[in-house]
């Protein structure tokens, strides 16, 4: 049997398109996905050839896509390299603890290729597939209560070495702990750039590169993946004291009676901590963010509204800025190709 | 004249740049120095390296 309650998942930054990383910069656990999927579609060509039936060797295989997908906890230090290879540019410095670094997360025009391991069962069994030059499609993050963060990527490549074994000896960082939302800070503003503490009950957000795979005739394989605008959607559903933060939504003022007819910008900043190292820790700052909430629904049994306010793609307002800033502090000294 | 204000590493727009902390800081992309600006890691500084180490 192919034992699925053993898995894991290594990745490194590669160089260039075409240089895979030689071994794992680091490996983690996973809560699911099927890690490296190499996707293949077969297709039939129809050939009327004297019976009611297709030969069999009209069968062929249009493309493959070597598909990455899974689901795991935010670990702080690969964490840092699936949002920088989710948007692009990063600022490290040292952070005031010695032995600890501030990794600045911001938008950038370009965005970094990744080398995937991924292990599905014993590795005696020879189970670990590897992908090359890939690059992430989407990348959520989501939160509810005190439960930790759940992160789940997309990624697609453009080669594949399969059914083969670990290289190097990379630590997995499974036990090192995760970010979590306990003892965290939420703000939120519907309608300014500085945001107030409100009590928010989960939250999640989503970069999302659109990748579009590219193949050359002869070629099953994609040869190019590429991004197209980074697209950035989020929610929070907070309990409002009153309608004040719905009001400014809707009307654009807290004393507002008509509905506006402009976009209202506000903004978000969620600070998570770290489950066992209380040194590392990571914020999300949203800026210009076009939210749209709902109204509140009537519940017989009585209760306190939740109100979800979200955006479906959040722009930037300045030539260097950014739809989203993440700051994650680690033990992680550089994210440069190995 | 620009210096590191602390040791950075950054990658931007696909191009990794280093700077130890003291060092002079040139050939930056405009929009990176805003940030790095912005956020106090360079600096402007009319010393030598020399004389900012001694400071």
Partial sequence: ?338 | MLRAAKGFEATYNGLTYRAKKGEQVEGLPTSLLTILKRDGIVKESRTSKKETADD
């Fill in chain 1, 1 to 338: 049997m192919i034992n699925t309650s053993i898995g894991l998942l290594g990745v490194a930054r590669q160089e260039s398109k075409t240089k895979a990383a030689p071994t794992p910069t680091f490996r983690h656990g996973l809560t699911g996905g099927g890690l490296i999927k190499p996707e293949r579609t077969v297709e039939q060509k129809n050939v009327a050839c004297g019976l009611r039936a297709n030969t069999t060797n009209g069968a062929y295989v249009s493309e493959v896509n070597m598909a990455v997908d899974f689901e795991t906890l935010a670990y702080a230090d690969s964490l840092v390299l699936y949002i920088l290879a989710a948007m692009g540019n990063i600022v490290t410095t040292s952070a005031e603890k010695p032995g600890y670094y501030k990794h600045v997360i911001t938008l950038g025009s370009e965005i970094p290729f990744l080398t995937f391991w991924g292990q599905v069962g014993n590795t005696s069994a020879a189970t670990v597939h590897k992908a090359t030059g890939c690059k992430i499609d989407t990348l959520l993050l989501s939160f509810e209560g005190n439960a930790p963060l759940d992160i789940g990527i997309t990624a697609a490549g453009i080669d594949a070495a399969l059914f083969g074994g670990w290289s190097g000896e990379t630590e997995p960082s499974c036990f090192d702990g995760y970010f979590i939302p306990t003892n965290g800070v939420f703000k939120f503003s519907p309608n300014d750039q500085t945001p107030i503490e409100v009590l928010v009950t989960k939250g999640e957000f989503e970069l999302s590169n659109s990748l579009t795979s590219y193949r050359g005739a002869g070629r099953v394989i994609a040869s190019e993946v590429a991004e197209s605008k980074l697209k950035t959607t989020v929610k929070q559903t907070i309990i409002p004291e009153d309608y004040t933060e719905i009001r400014k939504v809707l009307t654009g003022s807290e004393n507002g009676t008509t509905v506006t007819n402009k976009v209202v910008y506000g903004s978000a900043a969620w600070e998570f901590t770290h489950s066992q190292d209380p040194n590392c820790t990571m914020s999300v700052v949203f800026s210009n963010v076009p939210w749209n909430c709902e109204t509140p629904e009537i519940d017989p049994e009585g209760s306190a509204a939740e109100v979800e306010f979200s955006a479906d793609d959040i722009g930037v307002a300045a030539k260097d800025g950014s739809p989203v800033t993440i700051t994650i502090v680690n033990k992680v000294q550089t994210y440069a190709a190995a």
